[in-house]
């Protein structure tokens, strides 16, 4: 099984038909979540987002402890930490993600739909990201953010369990983990209208153990057969371009878990929006609509490539593997969508500072 280059991809479109179906079922999306916990108070598809992260967290360490995972060949981990990337690429990413109104995953479940405005976004954003990796923005990168980048080996990588480790002496990983996760989801299922949310709550479930399936299968690779075999749990931004290569191109190479998985997520929403009769054409409404979603998809193929990833392979993968860059990438996406949304909402970019800035309201004094 291992000697066949087809059975990589083939496992990754199986978890991800598992992931699409999911995702499609209970309108998982990054954007979505932040939009609605920013505008409507509702943090339910938040939660749903963070469930996801935290069981993949929980599950990859616990198979990573067992042997059956071999993490430190993530390339989250590979030296050295792009801080300057993960937070331009971050930023750059976030923005881009608000103004298209989805991220590259959310782009591909909404495509099993029908929507044609996803077809432009994955198009654009697959080509921005092998500009960005071998290409002309590629120097860029090279150039300004590269040489910012820090080494961490010297204090023991880049994994907080191998940072933690490293300063108290004692192996803390696969305890810190556990830790974090029970915190997380702790505050997960604190809402009751979460629990009450059955599809959210096992999309949460199913896409953090779906990713963490991810490392297995690519480290029984890696280690079986008899080619290269890259270890990854999941990420919809080089994979992106990486599959476009292999529809309009023939280069001999077979493809590999990554694109497998991407293609899987697309098979898996349609058929959970053919089960749902939710399948219709849907297209930009004009010019001023096309080119808005050009530019996201641009910034957020370019940005995807400086930060390692996107809301999923940073947000989910990465953080599974407890990668410091995880939570910088993370936190410059929510900047950015969050500037982006100002501007195409409330005309100015950074109105969430105005809000922080404004004095509380006082409530009213209570009549004797």
């Not at 079922?25 to 932040?34: E, P, Q, R, Y």
């Not at 792009?82 to 479940?109: E, K, R, S, W």
């Amino acid at each position: 099984m291992f000697d066949s280059g087809w059975m990589l991809a083939l496992s990754g479109c199986m978890v991800g038909v598992i992931i699409g179906f999911a995702a499609r079922k209970s309108h998982f999306c990054t954007m979505a979540a932040l939009e609605r916990h920013w505008y409507a108070g509702d943090d339910r598809p938040l939660r749903a987002w963070a469930l996801a992260a935290f069981t993949a967290l929980i599950a990859t360490q616990l198979l990573g402890a067992a042997g059956m995972a071999g993490l430190e060949q993530s390339f989250y981990l590979t030296e050295p930490l792009p801080l300057a990337g993960a937070i331009v690429g971050g930023l750059m990413f976030g923005l881009g993600m608000a103004l298209v109104g989805t991220c590259g995953f959310g782009a591909l479940v909404r495509l099993s739909g029908g929507n044609l405005r996803a077809l432009v976004v994955l198009t654009g954003l697959g080509l921005a990201a092998l500009a960005a990796q071998r290409g002309v923005t590629a120097h860029i990168r090279a150039v300004l953010l590269d040489p910012l980048s820090l080494d961490l080996s010297a204090f023991g990588g880049q994994s907080a369990g191998a940072l933690i480790s490293r300063a108290t002496g004692v192996n803390a990983t696969l305890p810190l983990a556990l830790l974090i996760g029970a915190a997380g989801l702790w505050w997960v299922f604190k809402s009751a209208s979460f629990r009450a949310d059955r599809n959210r709550l096992i999309a949460g479930v199913v896409i953090g153990l779906c990713i963490a399936a991810g490392w297995v299968i690519t480290s029984l690779f890696a280690a079986r057969a008899l080619y290269p075999v890259q270890v990854e749990a999941g990420s919809f931004v080089m994979p992106v371009g990486e599959t476009i290569l292999q529809i309009i191109t023939v280069t001999g190479e077979l493809p590999d878990y990554g694109i497998g998985i991407v293609i899987g997520v697309f098979l898996g929403a349609a058929v959970s929006a053919f089960h749902s009769d939710d399948m219709r054409w849907e297209a930009c409404d004009d010019a001023r609509e096309l080119s808005r979603h050009l530019l996201g998809a641009f910034l957020m193929g370019t940005g995807g490539v400086f930060a390692l990833g996107c809301t999923i392979g940073q947000g989910v993968s990465a953080f599974s593997v407890m990668a410091v860059s995880a939570p910088i990438v993370m936190l410059s996406i929510a900047a950015g969508a969050r500037m982006g949304l100002g501007l195409l909402v409330e005309g100015n970019a950074f109105s969430f500072i105005a809000d922080w800035r404004a004095p509380k309201a006082q409530p009213e004094a209570t009549k004797r």
